[in-house]
């Protein structure tokens, strides 16, 4: 059982379209990571969010941290093929560091 | 500065076979990781360290063996390989550990047991 969840599991798109992907878990954490990952490659992060309710922009790509410190969101604006790749959430609260299953994003020209 | 090594970068291992996964870091990190990624399931914790000396498992640690003797080198050892052992394995480290910190990841192992 995956601590937390990600959603959707794939999203394919149009370039130039919008996207939303999701990161629950029943628990809270004390901080949580966005990384992404390109095929053969290992993650590569892109934010950290620690505190409830923060909202962290990255160029074209939106980050935010719910209030309860349970879920976060990644919303990219205007996509581009470069933003293909599997997009990984990760939580944590002491040494150990849980990661999403992954959302795999495909953007068409 | 090379970041974070591992070799090899693929293995095709018999079942019963043993084999260690090399991984350094040359940005003297106190924190080493390693994950095993399997289709669908993301990236899960095998061991850890937070130190020269220290480590502890993680989500999935049977069937593999960690030391830490210096900063730089975390290796994992796989004792006897069975084909659930199938997996692409990264190794990461950080300043600190967790996730207030930059997990740096190597380019991975892709690892076939037959």
């Known amino acids: 059982t995956q601590l937390l969840e990600q959603s959707p599991q794939f999203l394919s798109i149009q370039e130039g379209e919008n996207l939303t992907v999701y990161c629950n878990s029943s628990s809270v954490f004390s901080s949580l990571q966005w990384y992404r990952q390109e095929p053969g490659e290992g993650p590569v992060l892109l934010v950290t969010v620690v505190t409830g309710g923060e909202v962290k922009k990255l160029k074209r790509l939106t980050f935010q941290f719910g209030d309860a410190r349970k879920d976060s969101s990644l919303h990219i604006t205007a996509a581009q093929p470069g933003d293909t790749g599997l997009y990984l959430c990760?939580?944590?609260?002491?040494?150990?560091?849980?990661f999403g299953a992954g959302t795999t994003v495909t953007v068409r020209a | 500065n090379a970041g974070v090594t591992q070799t090899p970068k693929f293995q095709v291992l018999k079942t019963g076979q043993s084999m260690t996964l090399q991984c350094a870091q040359d940005?003297?990190?106190?924190?080493m990781s390693w994950y095993r990624q399997d289709p669908g399931m993301g990236l899960r914790l095998i061991h850890y360290s937070v130190g020269a000396g220290i480590t502890d498992q993680g989500e999935v640690p049977n069937g593999y063996n960690v030391s830490r003797s210096t900063t730089e080198d975390f290796p994992l050892r796989l004792l006897s390989a069975a084909p659930s052992q199938t997996s692409v394995y990264f190794c990461?480290?950080?300043?600190?550990?967790?996730?207030?910190?930059?997990?740096?990841f190597g380019p991975g192992t892709r690892l076939t047991v037959l």
């Open positions: 940005m003297n990190h106190e924190y």
């Open positions: 990760a939580g944590s609260n002491d040494y150990k560091l849980s």
């Open positions: 990461a480290s950080s300043y600190l550990a967790g996730a207030r910190d930059t997990q740096y």
